[in-house]
Antibody, heavy 119, light 108 residues
Framework: EVQLVESGGGLVKPGGSLRLSCAASGFTFSTNTMNWVRQAPGKGLEWVSLISSDGTYIHYADSLKGRFTISRDNAKNSLYLQMNSLRVEDTAVYYC????????????WGQGTLVTVSS | EIVMRQSPATLSVSPGERATLSCRASQTVSTNLAWYQQKPGQAPRLLIYGASIRAAGIPARFSGSGSGTEFTLTISILQSEDFAVYYCQQYDKWPPLTFGGGTKVEIK
């Protein structure tokens, strides 16, 4: 059974940093493109970033470039999101999600971790 | 960036009835369109991709149609477990991958 478990969320002040982690199990992590998708409280879904299976190609939503960095450690079956210069509008539940084969859709999701940016 | 718009924002339907949800893209996405279901406090679940292909384990009462810029998700006979928020997502032109704002299907 595919399991994705996010961690690292919490309360942070504007301008602060957080590093989210996603521990994967139940599938061959090293062959999967992985994504982060977020959802502000009471709002819709917003794609954040993706990283290829070997980490060689990475894409971000334009609004996040330069502040967020996605990475992975295939030896540890883990995905990460380093978030710097956090803003109030970054407050959201952050989900990690697997990509469905070569199609840029999301077939397995974690339960999410809440990031709250507030002074 | 392709903007996805969903309508209506809220759909009130009685159990056993049919629900029809719409999704419109700001430019053509061919059939590169997916639908997700999200229940309160849960992560989204993939329902449909390729505009009309049901994901593994998705009941046949869920069907998708459309191409280009106009898409429809139909739930033929609403069950109690189908009351949720539904999102469409295009994956034709990216980045970014973009979602619609969602349609909430509520009990009438």
């Amino acid at each position: 059974e595919v399991q994705l478990v996010e961690s690292g969320g919490g309360l942070v002040k504007p301008g602060g940093s957080l590093r989210l982690s996603c521990a994967a199990s139940g599938f061959t992590f090293s062959t999967n493109t992985m994504n982060w998708v977020r959802q502000a409280p009471g709002k819709g879904l917003e794609w954040v970033s993706l990283i290829s299976s070997d980490g060689t190609y990475i894409h971000y939503a334009d609004s996040l470039k330069g502040r967020f960095t996605i990475s992975r450690d295939n030896a540890k079956n883990s995905l990460y999101l380093q978030m710097n210069s956090l803003r109030v509008e970054d407050t959201a539940v952050y989900y990690c999600a697997t990509q469905f084969y070569g199609v840029k859709i999301f077939d397995n999701w974690g339960q999410g971790t809440l990031v709250t940016v507030s002074s | 960036e392709i903007v996805m718009r969903q309508s209506p924002a809220t759909l009130s339907v009685s159990p056993g009835e049919r629900a029809t949800l719409s999704c419109r893209a700001s430019q053509t996405v061919s059939t590169n369109l997916a639908w997700y279901q999200q229940k309160p406090g849960q992560a989204p679940r993939l329902l449909i991709y390729g505009a009309s292909i049901r994901a593994a384990g998705i009941p046949a009462r869920f069907s998708g149609s459309g191409s280009g810029t106009e898409f429809t998700l139909t739930i033929s006979i609403l069950q109690s477990e189908d009351f949720a928020v539904y999102y469409c997502q295009q994956y034709d032109k990216w980045p970014p991958l973009t979602f619609g704002g969602g349609t909430k299907v509520e009990i009438k």
